[in-house]
């Protein structure tokens, strides 16, 4: 894993996704000020976000399942505070 997590939700999504998935790698881009003015714009900074997340509990799964074990880890963050999440999801030895 290879990012300093700035914001409280994206740091939220860091711990969430580390402790679920046990990543061998783990990027959280906040997208959120290529959408500032949009809608979902809440005007906090973090509304928007990219992961890439490659983790063992992906293997043999397809990428609607593994959207799913994303989305059930961040799921209160999905609700309540995060308006937009791009999910990367592969297991390790997969292009990422």
Do not use: C, W, Y
């Not at 939220?12 to 580390?18: A, F, P, W």
């Not at 061998?24 to 979902?40: D, F, P, Y």
């Not at 992906?58 to 937009?84: P, T, W």
């Amino acid at each position: 894993m290879n990012q300093i997590a700035t914001g409280p939700v994206e740091r939220e999504i860091t711990t969430r996704l580390t402790e679920t998935l046990s990543p061998t790698r783990l990027e959280v881009i906040n997208e959120s000020a290529q959408h500032r003015g949009h809608l979902g714009d809440d005007g906090s900074g973090e509304s928007h976000f990219r992961v890439v997340v490659e983790s063992a509990a992906f293997a043999g799964k397809s990428r609607v399942e593994r959207q799913r074990l994303v989305n059930r880890a961040l799921d209160e963050l999905l609700r309540e505070k995060i308006h937009a999440l791009a999910i990367r999801a592969t297991a390790p030895g997969e292009p990422a």
